[in-house]
């Protein structure tokens, strides 16, 4: 029997993973194929991005979404069964994408592949990181060595990355791909010295693609033929020789609802201010604007807040705006919630 290929696409929030699944699926070339979506918020805005795309490469029903918290932490919970119900369709996939949340460790979800059931019925076609090159020439993963210094200096302990640094390493120490995404906002001289920190990162020979909105041949993608599950050893992890149980309380998130929001622009003022004020990393959502039938999603990755409108409202469905923030351990829920209070519209009853 054939093992089913499955491609693992990590990276950090707001890297771009969703908006390569959808550039994926539009570009499918008769493939069928199914998806396993896991995000870290409450609300599932990625499932809702990718529903539709392409319902011949990938009907709804394809479509799994796991809620349940980071699938590192959940596999035996939520991942497993999850897998073995896509397997034992009587007419399985020709190819899985597992997109994991933002905060999630791959090494874990691919030594899931490792186990009996799962091994002898699907292997790990490949890894695939994406690197949000903006956030990573703005400084946001890198070592600034001299503060490293400073405060090594003042706490001899100190002795591990920051989170953010910690997951970049280990989401790209795991890769058989990296694709340096938004290339659009980086010029030539930022994407020479982000290239040559993810090579520092990455095992020899991986190879690294530059991409536009998560544009990558999907012939390149899909058919690598890692086999990662039979080569964990030579992808490191922070939590290697540990019980390999990790929690992910360096990284909150709350949801912030409303209704219909009556002045858009004041909205989305509110956030830039937010996001700058409590160093949010990421929001992403669905936004009910007063008069308007279209839903409106919201993004904002660090500073840059984008928008569009997906489609209508349902009429049966409860105009709810509804955004996921989240931010580094000790976010301020109170005052966020506090600030956007005004213009997030009363919640529908
Ligand atoms: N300028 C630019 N924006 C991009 C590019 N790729 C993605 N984006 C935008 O970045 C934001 C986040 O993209 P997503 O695809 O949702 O990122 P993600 O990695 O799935 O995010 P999480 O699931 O929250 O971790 C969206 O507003 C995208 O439109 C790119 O190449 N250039």
Request: charged residues 25%; proline residues 5%.
């Amino acid at each position: 029997m054939s093992k089913v290929p499955t491609t693992v696409i990590t990276g950090f929030l707001g890297a771009g993973k969703t908006t390569l699944i959808r550039h994926l699926l539009q570009n499918a070339k008769g493939r069928r194929l199914a998806l396993i979506i896991n995000e870290f918020g409450d609300v599932g805005v990625d499932g809702e991005l990718v529903k539709g795309c392409n319902d011949e490469a990938c009907p709804e029903d394809d479509i799994v979404e796991l809620a349940n918290g980071c699938i590192c932490c959940t596999v035996a919970d939520d991942f497993l069964p999850t897998m073995m119900k896509l397997l034992e369709r009587p007419n399985p996939p020709e190819h899985i994408i597992i997109e994991t949340s933002g905060l999630a460790l791959p090494k874990p979800l691919v030594k899931a592949f490792q186990w009996p059931d799962i091994r002898t019925r699907a292997t790990v076609d490949g890894v695939v990181a994406l690197i949000d090159a903006d956030a990573v020439a703005a400084g946001r993963f890198a070592t600034d060595e001299v503060a490293l210094a400073a405060a090594r200096a003042a706490d001899p302990t100190l002795d591990h990355d920051s989170p953010l640094e910690e997951l970049f390493e280990e989401q790209l120490a795991c890769a058989d791909m990296v694709v340096l995404n938004k290339t659009d906002l980086v010029d030539a001289d930022g994407l020479a010295r982000v290239e040559a920190l993810v090579l520092a990162e990455t095992r020899p020979g991986v190879k690294i693609v530059r991409a536009d909105h998560g544009a990558v041949d999907i012939a390149a993608l899909l058919g690598i033929t890692a086999a990662a599950e039979d080569d964990l050893d030579s992808r490191r992890s922070h939590i290697d020789g540990l019980d390999e149980s990790h929690d992910h309380d360096d990284f909150d998130s709350f949801v912030a609802q409303g209704g219909d929001v009556a002045d858009l622009d004041a909205l989305l003022a509110r956030m830039a201010a937010l996001i700058a004020q409590h160093d949010v990393l990421r929001i992403k959502g669905m936004v009910a604007v007063a008069g308007k039938p279209g839903r409106l999603i919201v993004q904002a990755v660090g500073p840059r807040i984008q928008h569009f409108y997906d489609r209508a409202w349902g009429s049966a469905e409860p105009r709810r705006t509804q955004l996921v923030v989240i931010g580094q351990k000790g976010l301020d829920r109170a005052a966020i919630e506090a600030g956007l209070t005004d213009v997030l519209g009363a919640v529908p009853a």
